[in-house]
């Protein structure tokens, strides 16, 4: 696969770049070692200071990394804005925590007699230079919730990014050398997903990281359980939105809106089966499909544009072949399922689009869709959302709309999802871990778990 800029709004093909030589690759494996053994004695307040530089660096970037991204895969103007902000606030916040997060923790003095030690505690050291292997749809957040807290806990970290997303990648790598970090401590390798098992076997690399689909997962943590590695593993998501009928309706509706077409409908974390009970399944419906249909899809550099174009042509295909085969299985479309005319000359752009009648033997009730699709489903009760919610072999998030405590308490103990998110969307948040069950993977980003993910958890114990 080229390593290339291709603007999905247009299909131009913008910036190649070459591949790393296997040469080139081994000079940046062998300074990522060279630095680590320096840099992880550094200081958490050293390392606070750099980290905070780099969020005032990237804030004023903020404007013209937007427009890379927006160029690179698609995603409107604005949220890309909102997520360089984003990123630059997650590096201030494991700038101020981290020292605490990762403070000596020390047995009570009982135990510590029990034991037969004099003194006790746990430590968390840094494991070393850890593989990021990230993808195109948050080019910059995915990797900074990865390389901020792999940073403050003194790791040194290699990023191999989406090939479609170069020009992010390689700012990445200079905004840290910009904000002062040593040469090494965080490196981006252009290559191709091909190399990336000889990389993770090299002795140097301590760990892995993946955000990605489950194929791309189920690889690495082959490779890496092969050689006795740490990972974590961030991959796909059909998230359930239920709503109930003491739910406040109208704001679940439009809340459903950006839920769905967040990112172009290209998220993990987007809600994506929308299953709603029956005593107010028309209102929301009826609702839905009106914001669906509102939305203004077209250049994604426009300020005024809701929906850009999905970031890969074959991310259309993809899409349109999961929405052709529910309507040749029965589903109802109740809008979009096309691309938009009048941009059917141009770019990868589809409308956004819902989904009902969907029934359990559609693809679409199984897979993961990656752009602006919705399904609708009408249930009976909780009983019945919960069983639809948990049909599927994901499990990131999860949202629940209701005014019944009831209800809460039930969804949050069936729910089988890493997040569980009441009268709300699905958001991501430095101190609030991230992470899923079943196929969505296994490990935590963000917060205390997160930074801890990538530490050797060490027992001191000292006799008398």
């Known amino acids: 696969m080229p390593i290339a800029t291709v603007n999905p709004a247009t299909g131009e093909t913008l910036r190649t770049y070459d591949t790393l030589s296997p040469e080139a690759v081994e000079e940046k494996l062998s300074l990522a070692s060279r630095t680590f053994d320096t840099y992880r004695t550094s200081t958490f307040f050293d390392r606070a200071r750099l980290l905070q530089q780099a969020a005032d660096l990237l804030e004023a970037d903020a404007p013209d990394i937007a427009r890379v991204m927006t160029t690179e895969m698609g995603k409107p103007v604005a949220a890309a804005r909102a997520e360089a902000t984003k990123c630059a606030r997650t590096m201030r916040w494991y700038a101020q925590n981290a020292q605490d997060l990762l403070a000596d923790e020390h047995p009570s003095d009982q135990d510590v007699k029990d034991?037969?030690?004099?003194?006790?505690?746990?430590?968390?050291?840094?494991?070393?230079?850890?593989?990021?292997?990230?993808?195109?749809?948050?080019?910059?957040?995915?990797?900074?919730?990865?390389?901020?807290?792999a940073l403050m806990a003194g790791n040194v970290g290699l990023l191999k990014h989406a090939s479609n997303v170069p020009q992010t990648a390689l700012y990445l790598e200079d905004l840290f050398r910009r904000a002062g970090f040593p040469e090494g401590c965080f490196q981006t390798?252009?290559?191709?997903?091909?190399?990336?098992?000889?990389?993770?076997?090299?002795?140097?690399?301590?760990?892995?990281?993946?955000?990605?689909?489950?194929?791309?997962?189920?690889?690495?943590?082959?490779?890496?359980?092969?050689?006795?590695?740490?990972?974590?593993l961030e991959l796909g998501g059909?998230?359930?939105?239920?709503?109930?009928?003491?739910?406040?309706?109208?704001?679940?509706?439009?809340?459903?809106?950006?839920?769905?077409?967040?990112?172009?409908?290209?998220?993990?974390?987007?809600?994506?089966?929308?299953?709603?009970?029956?005593?107010?399944?028309?209102?929301?419906?009826?609702?839905?499909?009106?914001?669906?249909?509102?939305?203004?899809?077209?250049?994604p550099l426009d300020e005024a544009t809701d929906v850009g174009p999905l970031a890969s042509e074959q991310g259309r295909k993809d899409l349109e072949e999961l929405v052709d085969d529910a309507v040749e299985s029965g589903a109802t479309v109740l809008c979009?399922?096309?691309?938009?005319?009048?941009?059917?000359?141009?770019?990868?752009?589809?409308?956004?689009?819902?989904?009902?009648?969907?029934?359990?033997?559609?693809?679409?009730?199984?897979?993961?869709?990656?752009?602006?699709?919705?399904?609708?489903?009408?249930?009976?009760?909780?009983?019945?959302?919960?069983?639809?919610?948990?049909?599927?072999?994901?499990?990131?998030?999860?949202?629940?709309?209701?005014?019944?405590?009831?209800?809460?308490?039930?969804?949050?103990?069936?729910?089988?999802?890493?997040?569980?998110?009441?009268?709300?969307?699905?958001?991501?948040?430095p101190a609030l871990p991230f992470g899923g069950a079943k196929r969505s993977g296994y490990g935590r980003e963000l917060a205390g778990h997160g930074i801890k993910e990538f530490c050797n958890i060490t027992t001191v114990w000292v006799g008398a």
């Open 115 to 149: 034991s037969g030690a004099a003194r006790a505690l746990v430590r968390y050291r840094p494991l070393g230079v850890v593989l990021a292997v990230m993808p195109w749809n948050f080019p910059l957040w995915q990797v900074v919730r990865f390389a901020a807290p």
């Open 189 to 232: 390798l252009l290559i191709g997903s091909g190399a990336v098992e000889g990389i993770l076997r090299d002795e140097r690399v301590a760990a892995a990281t993946l955000t990605g689909s489950e194929p791309a997962g189920r690889s690495v943590a082959a490779i890496a359980g092969d050689e006795v590695k740490k990972t974590v």
């Open 238 to 299: 059909s998230d359930p939105y239920v709503v109930m009928p003491s739910a406040d309706v109208a704001r679940a509706a439009r809340t459903a809106v950006t839920a769905r077409v967040q990112n172009n409908g290209q998220s993990c974390i987007a809600a994506k089966r929308f299953i709603v009970h029956e005593d107010v399944f028309e209102e929301f419906r009826d609702a839905f499909v009106a914001g669906m249909r509102e939305l203004r899809v077209g250049d």
């Open 336 to 429: 979009g399922g096309q691309r938009p005319k009048d941009l059917a000359d141009r770019g990868w752009f589809y409308e956004p689009t819902v989904l009902a009648d969907v029934t359990p033997e559609m693809r679409i009730h199984r897979e993961e869709t990656f752009g602006p699709v919705a399904t609708l489903y009408r249930v009976t009760g909780l009983d019945q959302a919960i069983e639809v919610a948990n049909d599927t072999p994901f499990g990131l998030s999860s949202n629940l709309w209701t005014g019944d405590e009831a209800d809460i308490d039930r969804f949050v103990q069936d729910s089988q999802a890493g997040g569980v998110f009441v009268n709300g969307m699905t958001a991501s948040h």
